[in-house]
């Protein structure tokens, strides 16, 4: 017998209730969360680790939201492609935070000077048109590294995401 199928791609409704009672951003409450911390950054907060500011942080992430609405379609990365499902389990499987200093796409990288207002606006835009979006609402292109993510994968990994670059910033 076949599974349910989720209305938006072939993923099966199994896929879609991995992971359930990690934290991810279709929990209204994770979202809240995340909108408080947003809200505690400061032009001159200090990083705890990497080379971004706290405004190039936040266009970073939301340059991750983009890609999980499918606003950005990013490149299959070659190293991605031989170990990204391997990895994926160990990445997602808890509530473990993400590594400091881990690697990242090359795409998401942001060097160039920008405004913490802006860029905050922006992602809470992204943010509130994610979770409410709901797993609907997720793409359904594959990560560059992951690969293919069920929605609920994806929404517990922009909330790991996220939370590591708040981290970052102490909030």
């Given at each position: 017998?076949?599974?349910?199928?989720?209305?938006?791609?072939?993923r099966t409704f199994r896929g879609?209730?991995?992971?359930?009672?990690m934290k991810n951003l279709f929990?209204?409450?994770?979202?809240?969360?995340?909108?408080?911390?947003?809200?505690?950054?400061?032009?001159?907060?200090?990083?705890?680790?990497?080379?971004?500011?706290?405004?190039?942080?936040?266009?970073?992430?939301?340059?991750?939201?983009?890609?999980?609405?499918?606003?950005?379609?990013?490149?299959?990365?070659?190293?991605?492609?031989?170990?990204?499902?391997?990895?994926?389990?160990?990445?997602?499987?808890?509530?473990?935070?993400?590594?400091?200093?881990?690697?990242?796409?090359?795409?998401?990288?942001?060097?160039?000077?920008?405004?913490?207002?802006a860029e905050r606006e922006r992602?809470?835009?992204?943010?509130?048109?994610?979770?409410?979006?709901?797993?609907?609402?997720?793409?359904?292109?594959?990560?560059?590294?992951?690969?293919?993510?069920?929605?609920?994968?994806?929404?517990?990994?922009?909330?790991?995401?996220?939370?590591?670059?708040?981290?970052?910033?102490?909030?």
């Amino acid at each position: 017998m076949r599974e349910p199928t989720h209305n938006n791609s072939s993923r099966t409704f199994r896929g879609l209730c991995q992971n359930r009672g990690m934290k991810n951003l279709f929990e209204p409450e994770r979202v809240d969360e995340i909108r408080a911390r947003i809200a505690r950054i400061r032009p001159d907060s200090p990083q705890q680790w990497g080379e971004m500011d706290a405004a190039q942080a936040l266009a970073h992430c939301s340059e991750g939201l983009s890609w999980a609405v499918g606003d950005t379609v990013p490149p299959r990365m070659f190293f991605g492609s031989l170990l990204g499902r391997a990895i994926k389990g160990k990445v997602l499987g808890d509530d473990a935070p993400m590594r400091r200093n881990s690697p990242t796409a090359k795409t998401l990288i942001v060097a160039d000077a920008r405004e913490l207002a802006a860029e905050r606006e922006r992602f809470l835009t992204l943010l509130d048109r994610f979770a409410s979006g709901g797993p609907t609402g997720c793409t359904v292109q594959a990560h560059s590294f992951f690969g293919r993510l069920t929605p609920m994968q994806w929404a517990i990994l922009m909330y790991k995401h996220i939370d590591h670059h708040l981290r970052q910033f102490g909030v």
